[in-house]
């Protein structure tokens, strides 16, 4: 078996740090097993997982984006991933516009790109509207709209479910320490209530409005950020009277703005996207 370079680049939003590869230059034939290897912050690249940006599908659309999570698995959509996408297609040339249409698994989503000086600042993604329909196995009879109630490690968990093309499971709590990130994110990760698995946030409001947020990421364990989670807590704060429909969301990484329009019923998430470094590397042809 053959090898050739891939070349990437290494960004990240707010922390939440992926690969980039333009499958138009330089396909990578098992994505999967890619973002496993790349991904590994000892012996590969180091990330969160593995981004493709591919030529569009469909006529009006003008990208695509397929994501990998750090265990291989393919993850539905990433509100950080896409918003590092529309900085890298305007500032590699790829594109003049400052509306992108991108094809992801959950839906088009729409980037509106804050240009300065040829330079992407910030981007804005309209990430549709939530969804509150709970999984298959989600007890209804401990479910009123998105919230519900599991018993995980021996305790039970309160939290509202929201999805935002990926699932999550939002729990407000004090208590955001990283033990009780690590002991309580994979139980809930991997719940019988969630057979496809599902994100977790443990999220507090701050006296000055802001909500703290933690993830942990379905298929990549503790992240920097998660801009569908900022999504979904932000939404899940409005559900549940903590907070109103416009939100700072204050992450490991940084913090992102989040707006669920009234008007719309979409939400729509801004912040900004940098470049780290680029490099090839050696893959399987």
Known sequence: ???????????????????????RLCPVARPAEA???????????????????????????????????????????????????????????????????????????????????????????????????????????????GEGRLEAGGEEVEGTFVSMGNPHFVVFTDDLADGRLRSLGPLLENHPAF?????????????DGRIRCRVWERGSGVTQACGTGACATAVAAALTGRAGRTSDIVMDGGTLSVNWDEATGHVYLTGGADFVYEGEIAADS
């Not at 057979?195 to 006296?207: D, F, G, K, Q």
């Open 1 to 23: 078996m053959t090898q050739r370079l891939i070349k990437f680049t290494k960004m990240h939003g707010a922390g939440n740090d992926y690969i980039y590869v333009d499958t």
């Open 35 to 145: 973002s496993r290897l790349w991904s590994d912050r000892h012996k590969g690249i180091g990330a969160d997982g593995l981004v493709l940006i591919g030529a569009a599908r469909e006529r009006g659309d003008d990208f695509s984006m397929r994501i990998f999570n750090a265990d291989g698995s393919e993850a539905m959509m990433c509100g950080n991933a896409s918003r590092c996408v529309g900085k890298y297609v305007y500032e590699k040339g790829l594109t003049r516009k400052t509306e992108i249409r991108l094809e992801t698994l959950s839906g088009v989503k729409t980037l509106g790109l804050h240009v300065e000086g040829g330079a992407v600042t910030s981007v804005t993604v309209d990430m549709l509207a939530p969804r509150f329909e709970t999984p298959a196995q989600y007890d209804p009879r401990q479910c009123r709209g």
């Open 195 to 207: 057979p496809s698995r599902c994100n977790i946030e443990l999220a507090r409001v701050e006296e």
